[in-house]
């Protein structure tokens, strides 16, 4: 069974920088789109900050748009997530994981779920 590992999350203060990493112990990413998704503590509610497909084409949430950045490796099984200018609304537990996005917007978790990372911002 594919694992996915999330890594890469900490406490910065606001206006910090993180960068997320996601590896997968297969092949899983290869075609697929891959998206990072956060939830927030407290909240039932996830929100799906950022995606990218099998050619590279993205998409960020307003709520992320200019700050962050996901960027995937094929070759090393990885998906990245570049965050900067952090806020404290950013804290959440983030997870990657293979997705079918729809044409309305709405998504779909494919893989099974990883352990997630915790970033916590400061203010």
């Known amino acids: 069974q594919v694992q996915l590992v999330e890594s890469g999350g900490g406490l910065v203060q606001a206006g910090g920088s993180l960068r997320l990493s996601c590896a997968a112990s297969?092949?899983?990413?290869?075609?697929?789109?891959i998206g990072w998704y956060r939830q927030a503590p407290g909240k039932q509610q996830r929100e799906l900050v950022a995606h990218i497909d099998s050619s590279g084409t993205t998409n960020y949430a307003a709520s992320v748009k200019g700050r962050f950045t996901i960027s995937r490796d094929n070759a090393k099984n990885t998906v990245y997530l570049q965050m900067t200018s952090l806020k404290p609304e950013d804290t959440a537990v983030y997870y990657c994981?293979?997705?079918?996005?729809?044409?309305?917007?709405?998504?779909?978790?494919?893989?099974?779920r990883g352990q997630g990372t915790q970033v916590t911002v400061s203010s």
């Open positions: 994981n293979v997705l079918t996005i729809y044409g309305d917007g709405s998504w779909y978790i494919r893989g099974s």
């Open positions: 297969g092949s899983i990413f290869n075609g697929n789109t």
